[in-house]
Structures are given as structure tokens and as C-alpha cells.
């Protein structure tokens, strides 16, 4: 595909055109170390809360936070008007589902209008990934879909999803575990590993 050799090619053009499939075979080839959750939640009532007061850009500041004081991986994300799906690893502190919680006390206590009982669905679906294709499915799945539903007419278009750092390995406010975001800290991916969880608790 054109996009095999990767580097500055997303910069160089206006007119990018990439898609999820013409990302470089290998980028997410780490991933095999690993399994991944498949997140899905809701706004209440499936409402579109996120798309007011300013709800994706910090939807994405608290994903980053809860990203660093948990130490999870995050391999890619979308933010809908009324859903959110994450692609990312189990924490190395703590659980997943405290993550989860944290991440939607963070932004329900900043975004909950005070005629609603609640900003979010109380539960969440979790998919377990655990191939490398079915990885490639789910990004392909989460940057598709503001185009499937007719938001934007490219993935590129709509801002608050992972595409882009996929694509150019541009940075943005969360942090996506890449090939980009390797480069950028020597060659090193970062490890999913119970060796890696057993190394954080070791220093915290
Ligand atoms: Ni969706």
C-alpha cells in the first residue's frame, strides 16, 4: 500500500487519504504480546451528551490521565456523541473495570447537567482481543465510525478518534501505543505483559 514506508507522508498532503487498511502491516504487531479489551460505553439514555459543553475534548484529557495513573496501554479509541469504544490493555495497577470507573466518575462529575440523574450508562461492554487481526478489525471498526454514521465523510475528518496518530503519527492529547509513539521513545513499545504489570509494582 502507499502508506508501507509511513514517516512524514500524512504531513506532505492536504489531502490525506488514508484509511485503517493502508496503515503499514507490523505497526501493531507488539499487540501479539498481549490481549486487548474491546470497551464500549454509553451516555445516559444513549442521549448525545458528549458532543456539549465541551464533553470529547475532555472525555480525551481524562482518558489520558487515567491512561498514566493506571498504566494502561491505549491502542485506540473513538468519541461519539452518545458512545465511546476504547481499544486498550489491562491496567498494570489495579483493574480494568476501576480504570473504567475512574475514567467515567472523572468526566460525569464535569459533564453531568444537574437536571440528569446520570451522564453515563452504568454498565459497559467488554470484547476481549486477542489476535492481531481482530486488533486491525477493531480500529478499522472505531475510525469508521463517524463515517458510518454520516458525521464526517472521512475518518480523518472527525477529530476525536485515534485515526490520525494511526495514519501520520501525529500527537494528540491521549497517548496511542504505535509504532509512531515507539520511535518517539527509542524503539521501545511498551509491554502488556504480567512482566511489565510485575516491573510497575516493583517501582512504582
Ligand atoms: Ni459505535
Known amino acids: 500500500m ?3 514506508t509511513g514517516g512524514r507522508h500524512g504531513w506532505e498532503t492536504t489531502n490525506l487519504r488514508y484509511t485503517a487498511f493502508d496503515m503499514p502491516k507490523g505497526l501493531i504487531r507488539y499487540q501479539n504480546s498481549g490481549q486487548f479489551h474491546f470497551l464500549t460505553f454509553s451516555c445516559y439514555k444513549r442521549q448525545p451528551l458528549l458532543a456539549h459543553r465541551n464533553g470529547y475534548s475532555l472525555m480525551e484529557q481524562a482518558l489520558e490521565r487515567v491512561r498514566q495513573t493506571h498504566k494502561l496501554v491505549v491502542a485506540g479509541y473513538v468519541l461519539m456523541p452518545e458512545h465511546v469504544h476504547l481499544l486498550v490493555s489491562e491496567p498494570c495497577l489495579g ?3 476501576a480504570a473504567i470507573q475512574a475514567l467515567k466518575q472523572e468526566t460525569s462529575k464535569k459533564l453531568k447537567r444537574p437536571d440528569e440523574p446520570h451522564f453515563w450508562q452504568r454498565r459497559y461492554y467488554d470484547f476481549n482481543v486477542w489476535s492481531e487481526g481482530t486488533t486491525e478489525e477493531k480500529l478499522h471498526y472505531m475510525h469508521q465510525n463517524p463515517v ?3 458525521l464526517v465523510a472521512q475518518p480523518q475528518d472527525w477529530r476525536w478518534s485515534s485515526f490520525l496518530h494511526h495514519a501520520t503519527g501525529a500527537v494528540g492529547t491521549v497517548e496511542i501505543e504505535s509504532r509512531w509513539t515507539a520511535q518517539r521513545r527509542g524503539g521501545q513499545l511498551r509491554a ?3 512482566l511489565d504489570s510485575r516491573a510497575a509494582k516493583a517501582s512504582p
Open 2 to 4: 502507499a502508506s508501507a
Open 95 to 97: 483493574s480494568l473495570s
Open 148 to 150: 458510518q454514521r454520516g
Open 192 to 194: 502488556i505483559s504480567s
